[in-house]
């Protein structure tokens, strides 16, 4: 089952607006992830925000965490049509050394030019 | 370095046909992951690896998926009886000692 919900299920911008996504999630987490995905494609990491952190940048990337509403945020600024992509963020649970990762609905990203 | 490859990326059975799917993990990735994706919807956890040990299989959907990593290194998922409601698409991903999971391109399989 899923952990949480993303919110919008999808999204279209300008190239050069920002683009904010939000998730929600059920359960307490150690850390949570933003992954991207290409139609087609494989997942690729983006960033990680620790139980313990509040926010937390990387680039063009801005990801809060709000635990008391068990909710996220993933903002990316200036978008650009190679940001067109599905993004998910995703909670872990540790199962022997590493962590399975479960994964919200997703939020599909259109920048159109 | 090459990343994680999975094959075959595309695969039509039959109803009933058994199929095997393999994952080709980063060298030297100790933990291993596969997950399934149905169209429109996130990745689910099916069964993790951390080297030939498969430590939870929780996820597995019924008793006719099987996955193997005999040597730590390459792993297969087997599904056996394919049902239409298997059809998806299969995320390999495999981790070192971070909790970065690094994922394959995924096999999409179609059941008819």
């Known amino acids: 089952s899923q952990q949480g919900e993303e919110d919008p299920q999808a999204l279209s911008i300008q190239e050069g607006e920002n683009a904010t996504m939000n998730c929600s999630y059920k359960?307490?987490?150690?850390?949570l992830q933003w992954y991207r995905q290409n139609s087609g494609r494989g997942l690729v990491h983006l960033i990680l925000?620790?139980?313990?952190?509040r926010e937390k940048h990387s680039g063009r990337l801005r990801v809060t965490l709000d635990t008391s509403k068990k909710s996220s945020s993933l903002l990316i600024t200036a978008s650009r049509a190679a940001d067109t992509a599905s993004y998910f963020c995703?909670?872990?649970?540790?199962?022997?050394?590493?962590?399975?990762?479960?994964f919200g609905t997703g939020t599909r990203l259109q920048v159109t030019l | 370095g090459a990343g994680v490859s999975q094959s075959p990326r595309y695969k039509v059975a039959k109803r009933g046909q058994d199929v095997a799917l393999r994952c080709d993990p980063i060298?030297?990735?100790?933990?291993l992951f596969w997950y399934q994706q149905a169209l429109g919807q996130g990745p689910e956890f099916l069964t993790y690896?951390?080297?030939?040990?498969?430590?939870?299989k929780s996820g597995l959907p019924s008793d006719r998926f099987f996955a193997e990593r005999p040597e730590g290194s390459v792993s297969t998922l087997k599904i056996q009886r394919t049902q239409q409601e298997d059809s998806a698409v299969y995320l390999c991903?495999?981790?070192?000692?971070?909790?970065?999971?690094?994922f394959g391109p995924g096999t999409r399989l179609t059941v008819t």
């Open positions: 991903a495999s981790t070192g000692h971070h909790y970065e999971q690094y």
């Open positions: 359960t307490s987490i150690n850390n």
């Open positions: 925000i620790r139980s313990n952190e």
């Open positions: 995703a909670t872990d649970a540790l199962t022997g050394t590493a962590s399975k990762l479960t």
């Open positions: 060298s030297g990735h100790v933990s």
């Open positions: 690896f951390q080297n030939e040990a498969q430590l939870d």
